[in-house]
């Protein structure tokens, strides 16, 4: 989900070894269709060639407070006030000691004091400079201020050292942006995802498990996020990783997956994405099972596993809006409307596995119910789905006046 389009980006770039990471960032920002302005600091100029930064940006950098020309064009508070967002990267320890001290000596500081507008900073720098207490309790003042602080990495860095001070990365920075706008419409509101696939014992070295990767409860747990949802992602083994800001289950057995629902009510939004196991093994052998050169091979029990999405639709603390998906290899639709109703959730999502759909592919076609209605949505990537599904979660909250109407970016 982009939500950096359109959005008005001011660039800070400071005098650091980073500074010429900032024309990947513009890059980026610019395929995320932002709008960016740039400001360089006289200091950048020395690590940096400012052609390089205005062929790139096809128009003219700002760095001097005092030229005419670029103060009757667009002056400090012009440039203050004409952005959604200033973000300094890479920020240098100078730089945010100016910062937090509101220091106003050149354009870029002078914008800053200027701005209401969000503010971010990337520091990077050398590992003893960021350690450094004057530089923490910079930091920490910046922090207290409300400005976000997109923490230095630990890695090799060009001082020839090892350690904490490496501009974060450009993908991350770009992602975290993206965060920062997207609307908050469901902050105060608690859901819980289930995803993957739940693994069944046989014996110590043997199990009964499926194909489903996870990845579309993993894109609707980030969406929630991004929504402003307190997040809970209960997930079977997958090669994912979580999404930033989920509070994170790791779990196995289709009764891992009944266990952590149940702990994790009260919840308002309770969406079923893991394929769980409808059978668990009666009798899990605890030494493995010796393969037999004849003869009978022997026989398995199961049993049937608690039906977590009928549970938690039953439950005395049924949360507000319960969703199910349904992946079917034939009968979909009919199979899904009877899930429907026999789970008792609110809407149920049917997704038909086959060859290049739902379980193997990051694309799904999906089936929407809701009562005794169907609308077929058209195939698209996981994320979408993700997002359409998200956008429907929110109108039905708007729609039961159960959040307010008026939270939104920022
Ligand atoms: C080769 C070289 C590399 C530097 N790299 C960094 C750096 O990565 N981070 C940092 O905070 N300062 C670094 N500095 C120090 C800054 O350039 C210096 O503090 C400067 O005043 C920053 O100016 P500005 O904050 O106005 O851009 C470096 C200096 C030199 C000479």
């Known amino acids: 989900m982009n939500f950096l389009k359109g959005k008005k980006i001011l660039l800070i770039v400071t005098g650091g070894i980073a500074s010429y990471k900032s024309l990947d960032l513009i890059r980026r920002l610019q395929e995320n269709a932002s709008n960016v302005e740039c400001i360089l600091t006289k200091n950048a100029e020395n690590f940096v060639n400012v052609l390089s930064f205005e062929s790139l940006l096809g128009k003219k950098i700002h760095s001097n407070l005092f030229t005419l020309d670029q103060e009757s064009n667009m002056n400090h508070i012009k440039l203050a ?15 945010l000691s100016k910062m937090s001290n509101g220091i106003a000596d050149d354009l870029a500081t002078n914008v800053l004091l200027a701005s209401n507008k969000v503010k971010v900073i990337a520091p990077a720098m050398n590992t003893i400079m960021w350690g450094n207490k004057i530089v923490r309790k910079n930091i920490s003042n910046l922090k207290k201020l409300g400005i976000h602080i997109f923490s230095p990495y630990d890695g ?11 501009l974060m990365e450009i993908n991350q920075i770009v992602e ?62 997958t090669t994912l990783e979580p ?8 779990v196995k057995s289709g009764n891992d997956f009944f266990e952590f629902a149940k702990k994790n009510l009260p919840c308002d939004i309770f969406i079923s994405v893991a394929a769980i196991s409808d059978w668990y093994v009666k009798k899990v052998s605890k030494s493995k099972i010796k393969k037999k050169k004849s003869g009978k091979f022997g026989r398995m029990d199961f049993s049937l596993n608690k039906d977590v999405l009928k549970y938690i639709s039953s439950h005395k603390l049924k ?11 034939e009968n979909l639709l009919k199979n899904t409307k009877n899930k429907l109703k026999e ?12 060859r290049n759909n739902a379980f193997s592919s990051d694309k799904n076609k999906i089936f929407f119910f809701e009562d005794n ?24 909250f708007k729609k039961n006046k159960l959040v307010k109407d008026d939270k939104n970016i920022l």
């Not at 006030?81 to 730089?95: E, H, K, L, R």
């Not at 942006?177 to 608690?190: A, M, R």
């Open 81 to 95: 006030n004409n952005s959604d967002i200033i973000v300094v990267a890479p920020c240098t320890a100078n730089f």
């Open 373 to 396: 209605k169907v609308s077929e949505w058209p195939k698209m990537k996981k994320n979408m789905v993700a997002l359409k599904l998200t956008k429907k979660i929110v109108s039905f």
């Open 156 to 166: 090799r860095l060009a001082c020839r050292t090892k350690g904490v001070g490496k």
């Open 319 to 329: 949360p507000s809006l319960i969703v199910g998906f349904s992946a079917e290899t």
């Open 176 to 237: 975290n942006l993206n965060l920062i706008f997207s609307p908050k419409i469901l902050s105060g509101l608690k859901a819980v995802v289930t995803a993957g696939p739940s693994v069944e014992k046989i014996d110590p070295v043997r199990f009964l498990s499926n194909f489903s990767s996870g990845q579309q409860g993993y894109e609707i747990a980030d969406s929630l996020i991004k929504f402003g949802a307190e997040t809970t992602l209960i997930s079977g083994p």
């Open 343 to 354: 789970k008792g959730c609110d809407w149920m999502l049917g997704n038909k596995v086959t």
């Open 243 to 250: 999404p930033k800001g989920v509070k994170f289950i790791q």
